[in-house]
């Protein structure tokens, strides 16, 4: 029943890492300040510890609950399997403790947005007999190889023979997918099975949400989200980027604001000094772990196209480096303000893993791009962004060496850099996309209306 005048409390969950807070976070920064919700986000207790979080940021307040290691979080686990069932075993419970918790106050929890690798969050909810939305933060397309593995076995078949738009009852809506462009829990059977299990489970009880959100827009998927609206209801309420370099309709949302790496100032003087759209802005986000033969080709390849370059280079990767790497062209940067970067019009082009944040941010800001991806959603990712998108190109791997080759990635740099026929149409549907972006999360767009719709529910729910 909707009561006049009351602000429903939403309780914004993120499975534990950099890729998965940041959008929750920015989606609770739209309905707290936007839509005039209540907004609680919570945050594992080593996480909270480790950014040294206040209680709150702006128009969001910030919470926490355990994961079962909450003085060291993920590196204190056994294996992946061993941190996710502690996780949902820790977690459950104090989820629980905060709905009971906040139950006598003046304000309690109406509904539980979590992320959807954290579908117990849902049980929890139910039991609670509260609302709960699941969010997605990955691609509608790669959202929708998981549903039809989980219910139907589809997608298995697909991975050693045909392409996925040939192989019987894959419904309309899926690009064309090769088996190497399908995320690697099926392209490389049998890798990382306690991810593959998990990304899986997020359909394992879906049909109980009064709510599902797609980190995506409405344009940028039209075919897909169609198709899988029609048998799993979503609502698009992408991009998840600060408000300042969209419809700039947050008040001063000009970053994320919570950063599990220290940001290297230097990146904006060092760019300053660089003439429009000159530099290669290259990192490959806070996982990749890429071989040191790989390090070196990626060095040398750059190093070939004669451009300017920033590259994040993360603590953990810097001895994986050839020595004298750095010409009087390059710079090295342990972690980079991206957003802040990709913005920059001194850059031209983003090399990237094609994880979806870092996708989906270039999209946003207009930036063409190299797609290198590793594993997951990147492989599909990448193949959005070449075939479908028509904003950059994907590298080739040697078969024989199973690397990247820096031939291989000089060429590809100089294709999106380029101003020839390929690079000016790059950069022509790189403008497009992000006027795409705008659109979509502006007022009246197709996000905005999406948002409309579940605050509305929202509070007849409450």
């Given at each position: 029943m909707e009561h006049k005048g009351y602000r429903a409390h939403v309780l914004a969950l993120p499975y534990p890492s950099q890729g998965h807070i940041n959008p929750l976070l920015q989606f609770s920064k739209r309905l707290a300040s936007s839509k005039g919700l209540n907004v609680t986000l919570v945050n594992t207790i080593f996480i909270a510890n480790s950014l040294n979080l206040p209680k709150s940021t702006g128009s969001v307040q910030f919470d926490t609950i355990s994961d079962g290691y909450d003085d060291g979080g993920f590196a204190l686990a056994e294996s992946i399997a061993a941190y996710l069932s502690r996780l949902e075993a820790v977690g459950s419970k104090s989820l629980a403790e905060i709905i009971t918790r906040q139950k006598a106050t003046p304000n309690p929890i109406d509904c539980i947005i979590y992320d959807?690798?954290?579908?117990?969050?849902l049980d929890i909810a139910k039991q609670f007999g509260i609302a709960a939305a699941a969010f997605f933060t990955q691609p509608c397309t790669v959202n929708y190889t998981y549903y039809l593995e989980h219910h139907h076995g589809l997608m298995s078949s697909s991975t050693t023979t045909s392409p996925i738009s040939s192989v019987k009852n894959i419904p309309r809506g899926l690009h064309i997918l090769e088996p190497q462009d399908m995320p690697s829990f099926f392209s490389v059977p049998g890798s990382y099975p306690a991810y593959f299990e998990m990304v899986l489970n997020q359909f394992s009880n879906t049909d109980k949400a009064d709510f599902i959100f797609v980190n995506t827009f409405y344009k940028l998927e039209e075919e897909v989200v169609d198709s899988m609206s029609q048998i799993c209801p979503l609502l698009t309420i992408g991009?998840?980027?600060?408000?300042?370099?969209?419809?700039?309709?947050?008040?001063?949302?000009?970053?994320?604001?919570?950063?599990?790496?220290?940001?290297?100032?230097?990146?904006?003087?060092?760019?300053?000094?660089?003439?429009?759209?000159?530099?290669?802005?290259?990192?490959?986000?806070?996982m990749a772990n890429l071989s040191a033969k790989q390090m070196t080709e990626v060095a040398l390849g750059l190093k070939a196209t004669n451009f300017h370059f920033l590259w994040v280079v993360r603590d953990s990767e810097v001895a994986k480096l050839p020595e004298k790497l750095v010409a009087e062209k390059g710079l090295l940067v342990k972690w980079s303000p991206q957003l802040?970067?990709?913005?920059?019009?001194?850059?031209?082009?983003?090399?990237?893993?094609?994880?979806?944040?870092?996708?989906?941010?270039?999209?946003?800001?207009?930036?063409?791009?190299?797609?290198?991806?590793?594993?997951?959603?990147?492989?599909?990712?990448?193949?959005?962004?070449?075939?479908?998108?028509?904003?950059?190109?994907?590298?080739?791997?040697?078969?024989?060496?199973?690397?990247?080759?820096?031939?291989?990635?000089?060429i590809c740099i100089r294709k999106v850099m380029g101003e020839g026929e390929m690079g000016i149409e790059m950069k022509r549907n790189a403008k497009k996309w992000r006027e795409l972006a705008i659109e979509a999360v502006s007022e009246g767009g197709t996000s905005d209306k999406n948002i409309d719709e579940f605050v509305s529910k929202l509070q007849f729910l409450s």
């Open positions: 959807s690798f954290l579908p117990w969050a991009p998840t980027i600060p408000s300042t370099y969209l419809d700039n309709r947050i008040e001063d949302d000009k970053d994320y604001g919570l950063h599990l790496f220290k940001i290297d100032s230097a990146c904006t003087y060092w760019l300053n000094t660089k003439p429009a759209g000159s530099v290669v802005y290259v990192s490959f986000g806070s802040e970067v990709l913005s920059h019009e001194a850059v031209g082009c983003f090399f990237t893993h094609g994880g979806w944040n870092s996708t989906i941010e270039a999209l946003s800001l207009g930036v063409p791009m190299v797609a290198m991806p590793q594993w997951t959603d990147q492989p599909t990712n990448s193949k959005l962004v070449e075939d479908l998108w028509k904003v950059g190109v994907r590298v080739k791997v040697d078969e024989k060496s199973e690397l990247v080759g820096r031939e291989e990635i000089e």
